[in-house]
């Protein structure tokens, strides 16, 4: 059975740091394309960020270009988000997803960013 | 980027009415189009891929068509269970990008 689980969320002030990450199983996690996705609270989801299968090619939204770094560890079948300079359109809840058509997906962990 | 607009915003319906929902690419994205399912406070489910291909699991009374810039989602008969926010999602080009979503409520 696939399993995404998201972790790491939690309270952070404006321009502080996080990271969230994901861990995968049921699945040969370095074949895929992995992906995060958020949703701030009461709106739509808006896609954050991609890396392919052996992580050499990573992608970003405009609106996190530059303060998220993408990454994964094939060995430990683990998905990451490293957030900086965090502002407070940050918040929401961010799910990892599997493959280029987001077949599967986490639980969700949540970001607030408040002073 | 590609912008994608979903209409209506939300409508309402009754259960075994047929609904349609469209999605509209501001680029031609050939069929590279996907749809998902979001209940209140759960993840996002996957329902729909390559326009029209059916997810193994859902229902048959869900379908998709389209290609290029415009698309639909339609539910046969809907199901207490269809009510719910639905989005489609453009996997054509980075920067990849949803819709807005169209919300399903009860009549």
């Known amino acids: 059975e696939v399993q995404l689980v998201e972790s790491g969320g939690g309270l952070v002030k404006p321009g502080g740091s996080l990271r969230v990450s994901c861990a995968a199983s049921?699945?040969?996690?370095?074949?895929?394309?992995m992906n995060w996705v958020r949703q701030a609270p009461g709106k739509g989801l808006e896609w954050v960020s991609s890396?392919?299968?052996?992580?050499?090619?990573?992608y970003y939204a405009d609106s996190v270009k530059g303060r998220f770094t993408i990454s994964r560890d094939n060995a430990k079948n683990s998905l990451s988000l490293q957030m900086n300079s965090l502002r407070a359109e940050d918040t929401g809840v961010y799910y990892c997803?599997?493959?280029?058509?987001?077949?599967?997906w986490g639980q969700g962990t949540l970001v607030t960013v408040s002073s | 980027a590609i912008q994608m607009t979903q209409s209506p915003s939300s409508l309402s319906a009754s259960v075994g009415d047929r609904v349609t929902l469209t999605c509209r690419a501001s680029?031609?994205?050939?069929?590279?189009l996907a749809w998902y399912q979001q209940k209140p406070g759960k993840a996002p489910k996957f329902l729909i891929f390559?326009?029209?291909s059916l997810q193994s699991g859902v229902p048959a009374r869900f379908s998709g068509s389209g290609s290029g810039t415009d698309f639909t989602l339609t539910i046969s008969s809907l199901q207490p269970e269809d009510f719910a926010t639905y989005y489609c999602?453009?996997?054509?080009?980075?920067?990849?990008?949803f819709g807005q979503g169209t919300k399903v409520e009860i009549k």
């Open positions: 390559a326009a029209s």
């Open positions: 999602l453009q996997n054509h080009d980075y920067p990849l990008t």
């Open positions: 997803a599997r493959d280029g058509t987001f077949d599967y």
């Open positions: 680029q031609d994205i050939s069929d590279d």
């Open positions: 049921g699945f040969t996690f370095g074949s895929y394309i």
């Open positions: 890396i392919s299968r052996t992580g050499d090619y990573m």
